[in-house]
T-cell receptor
Framework: RKEVEQDPGPFNVPEGATVAFNCTYSNSASQSFFWYRQDCRKEPKLLMSVYSSGNEDGRFTAQLNRASQYISLLIRDSKLSDSATYLCVVKEGGRAGKSTFGDGTTLTVKP | DVKVTQSSRYLVKRTGEKVFLECVQDMDHENMFWYRQDPGLGLRLIYF???????EKGDIPEGYSVSREKKERFSLILESASTNQTSMYLC???????????FGDGTRLSIL
């Protein structure tokens, strides 16, 4: 079983749709959580951190459930430019702070 | 903004060559990482470093070594390149604790 699991998709949605991605992790000692976005043949870029209380950045909302070891990302009013692969990332505590990346969920937003 | 710079975007080398991939970050980050990314396999950690001259093996260190002589620079070395090391190589850096990693643009390495 992978340490971080994501539904690979692909998710194909029309513009304006709301779409949600889920991620589960197995290491209960994980301390920090993030969503990254990766465009085709580019590097991953930080989309947002995920906090226990839930947090929002414009059309994006992230949630964390530590008890269930579950992270989610909600995208409202999808844009064509949201088409990308979304990576869930779980980070250990401590000095080195090793991160474990999910394999990503691919989203295609269509006109 | 954090800037992580990798020395080459594209690189073509021959089997058996010693290959150096360089990474420099400008944010005084303690931690630096090297990954490779292949279709269907996601990001895999090769090596990481949490201080100058310190290094730790990641999940797939075989065939690679690293060097961190200065805080801002982390080098990945392919001791004797093989065709199965053809991949996208990504360098990242971060502060310790709960801070996210920031990635360079990546190096697409082809070994012929």
């Amino acid at each position: 079983r992978k340490e971080v699991e994501q539904d690979p998709g692909p998710f194909n949605v029309p513009e304006g749709a709301t779409v949600a991605f889920n991620c589960t992790y197995s290491n209960s000692a994980s301390q920090s959580f993030f969503w990254y976005r990766q465009d085709c043949r580019k590097e991953p870029k930080l989309l947002m951190s995920v906090y226990s209380s839930g947090n929002e950045d414009g059309r994006f909302t992230a949630q964390l459930n530590r008890a269930s070891q579950y992270i989610s990302l909600l995208i409202r009013d999808s844009k064509l430019s949201d088409s990308a692969t979304y990576l869930c990332v779980v980070k250990e505590g401590g000095r080195a702070g090793k991160s474990t990346f999910g394999d990503g969920t691919t989203l295609t937003v269509k006109p | 903004d954090v800037k992580v710079t990798q020395s080459s975007r594209y690189l073509v080398k021959r089997t058996g060559e010693k290959v150096f991939l360089e990474c420099v970050q400008d944010m005084d980050h303690e931690n630096m990482f090297w990954y490779r990314q292949d279709p269907g396999l996601g990001l895999r950690l090769i090596y990481f470093s949490y201080d100058v001259k310190m290094k730790e093996k990641g999940d797939i260190p075989e065939g690679y070594s690293v060097s961190r002589e200065k805080k801002e620079r982390f080098s990945l070395i392919l001791e004797s390149a093989s065709t199965n090391q053809t991949s996208m190589y990504l360098c990242a850096s971060s502060s310790p604790g709960g801070q996210p990693q920031h990635f360079g643009d990546g190096t697409r390495l082809s070994i012929l």
